[in-house]
């Protein structure tokens, strides 16, 4: 079935230094959607992106999608304390599938930052 | 996005007994989906839910453990039954809203003892 790798599984940083997490599926993916989940909280949805090659930003936070449609990359510039939490990037599971359905979780980047 | 109401958020059961988890969507959605969540670890999809059909679920999960009611396009439940302690754990539902990806609901904290 469908896997979704995410590394590193954790990240130590100082404050103000950059953040990268990395998402490998094994299958193309019609879209993939990143979520952070604050500790003692709930997944919140960041983003979806659909298109080969894609990049968008939010603030501090700038997305990618391969060009393959099949990794994808979640980059924090300058993090703060309020970064904080577990980086989760999910795609639809199965084939043609959309965001109405099913979705397979890579493991999570657990982010921590010392101020 | 969806607001989902989930209840309880924590619940301390001893083993045998069964609890049932609830939430309500804001507005009608089709499918909403059941997960559980280890302490650090990632989500993994117990059953999606339809309304008017029987759920489905992913391998490793059956109805006898895990029986599922969705009796309207607002409100699903799940219930944990016949309660070990290996499934202490967090239980979240959560509903697909297109470009705006997934809403979870609050989540559900289960100690068993």
Redesign the interface.
């Known amino acids: 079935g469908q896997q979704v790798m995410q590394i590193p599984q954790y990240q130590h940083v100082q404050e103000g230094e950059d953040f990268t997490t990395y998402c490998n599926s094994s299958t193309t993916l019609s879209n993939i959607?990143w979520?952070k989940q604050r500790p003692g909280?709930?997944?919140?949805?960041?983003?979806?992106l659909v298109k080969s090659g894609e990049v968008k930003k939010q603030k501090r936070l700038t997305f990618q999608f391969g060009e393959a449609k099949k990794n994808s990359s979640l980059h924090i510039t300058a993090t703060q304390t309020t970064d904080v939490g577990t980086y989760?990037c999910?795609g639809p599971?199965g084939t043609g599938g959309?965001?109405?359905?099913?979705?397979?979780?890579?493991?999570?980047t657990?982010l921590t930052v010392h101020p | 996005?969806a607001v989902i109401s989930q209840k309880p958020s924590r619940d301390i059961c001893q083993r045998g007994t069964s609890l049932t988890i609830q939430c309500q969507v804001d507005s009608q959605v089709?499918?909403m989906?059941w997960y559980r969540q280890q302490p650090?670890?990632?989500?993994t999809?117990i059953a999606?839910a339809n309304q008017g059909s029987e759920a489905t679920y992913e391998s490793g999960f059956v109805i006898d453990k895990f029986p599922i009611s969705r009796p309207n396009l607002t409100f699903s439940t799940l219930t944990v039954s016949n309660m070990s302690p290996e499934d202490s754990s967090i239980y979240?539902c959560s509903v697909?809203?297109?470009?705006?990806?997934?809403?979870?609901?609050?989540?559900t904290r289960l100690t068993v003892v």
Not at chain 1, 41 to 48: C, K, N, R, S
Not at chain 2, 96 to 107: E, M
């Open positions: 959607q979520y909280g709930h997944p919140v949805f960041l983003i979806q989760f999910a599971s959309t965001s109405y359905g099913k979705l397979t979780f890579g493991q999570g657990i | 996005s089709t499918m989906f650090g670890q990632s989500l999809l999606t979240l697909g809203r297109g470009d705006y990806g997934y809403t979870f609901g609050s989540g």
